[in-house]
């Protein structure tokens, strides 16, 4: 058996198995690869049964999202390491070697990113992940090479290896004894913010997550839930106050969700100004199910909540007011 599982979840993908698949296969001599299928109804296990039959096929039995949909398929994945790798990603040569020594030379290290480039314009930064994932007291997510919507070039300015917060499930590597200690991801997320939510879950039990500057990969981003859609909206502002609800220390636990309120409201406020009515509801939206669950997340914090999680007190007071756009150290 190979150390290592290249496992790529799907959703009414073939397209996108068609245009990124051959450089996994190219490029991954030292993995085994998986296709996780959520019960698509187009032609993707059809492609991939005729055109690479050497990749393993899970047929999950419905579209369960990310988070439950990787669960479901992970079960049955019995490599040491997981690299779970969305399916609009493009890799490079050499990808996975870097990463596989970090695995074997340091036994702490759980999780790790690869730089991720947007496959549009691939000399800059892409959205998610960019060159590792931070966040500040509030729980707001930011990367090295992008905050906010502001992205940089990839100047090799982030060709180190460095711990960093959290690791973006675009592309994602973790052990799989760290990934089936943490139960995997919370499925109630369903997409979105589950892996920064599995990262801190990960952290307050002492492991670390890296990011590998000498890996690279390029990301569509957006192939399946579009960047201006109000469901994405919905999720990532439910699922940020559901994440710190779970992760934040006691003491922080209240004045950080009343502050959270506030901007959360802010930002709403400034969708209607945008003329962006659909977004507003979104996040009035994504509140109502924060507090019709508050309880069963609450259940869900775990023992110990370490107290130096964030980098920087505020991103949003560093971005907007002091109008930094890089990454601050």
Request: aromatic share 16%.
């Amino acid at each position: 058996m190979k150390k290592i599982a290249v496992v790529i979840l799907n959703w009414n993908g073939v397209k996108l198995l068609e245009q990124f698949l051959p450089s996994v296969m190219k490029f991954s001599p030292e993995a085994t690869i998986y296709v996780a299928d959520n019960a698509s109804s187009d032609a993707s296990v059809a492609f991939v049964k005729t055109n690479y039959p050497s990749i393993k096929i899970i047929e999950n039995k419905g579209n369960y999202g990310f988070a439950k949909g990787y669960n479901e398929a992970l079960v049955a994945v019995e490599e040491e390491i997981y690299a779970l790798v969305n399916s609009d990603i493009e890799v490079t040569e050499n990808w996975l070697q870097p990463i596989l020594s970090l695995f074997e030379n340091e036994p702490k290290t759980a999780i790790v990113q690869p730089k991720i480039l947007d496959f549009k314009n691939k000399s800059k930064f892409e959205y998610a992940g960019a060159g590792g994932g931070f966040i500040d007291k509030y729980g707001f997510p930011y990367c090295r090479g992008r905050i906010f919507e502001t992205l940089e070039a990839d100047e090799n300015q982030y060709n180190d290896t460095v711990e960093i917060f959290w690791a973006t499930g675009a592309c994602l590597f973790i052990r799989k004894e760290t990934f089936r200690e943490l139960n995997g991801f919370d499925a109630d997320f369903f997409a979105h913010q589950e892996e920064i939510d599995l990262c801190w879950r990960a952290f307050n039990k002492g492991y670390t997550a890296k990011y590998c500057g000498q890996s690279s990969v390029y990301h569509v981003g957006g192939a399946t839930l579009k960047t201006g859609s109000p469901m994405k909206t919905f999720l990532n502002f439910r699922n940020s106050l559901w994440m710190l609800l779970k992760n934040l220390p006691t003491n922080q636990l209240l004045p950080v969700l009343v502050i959270r309120m506030v901007l959360d409201g802010i930002a709403g406020i400034k969708f209607l100004l945008e003329g962006k009515p659909k977004h507003f509801w979104a996040i009035l939206k994504s509140h109502f199910y924060f507090y019709t669950n508050f309880l069963k997340f609450y259940r869900k914090r775990n023992t110990v909540q370490k107290a130096n999680y964030f980098a920087i007190q505020s991103v949003v007071y560093d971005y907007f007011i002091k109008k930094n756009t890089k990454f601050l150290s």
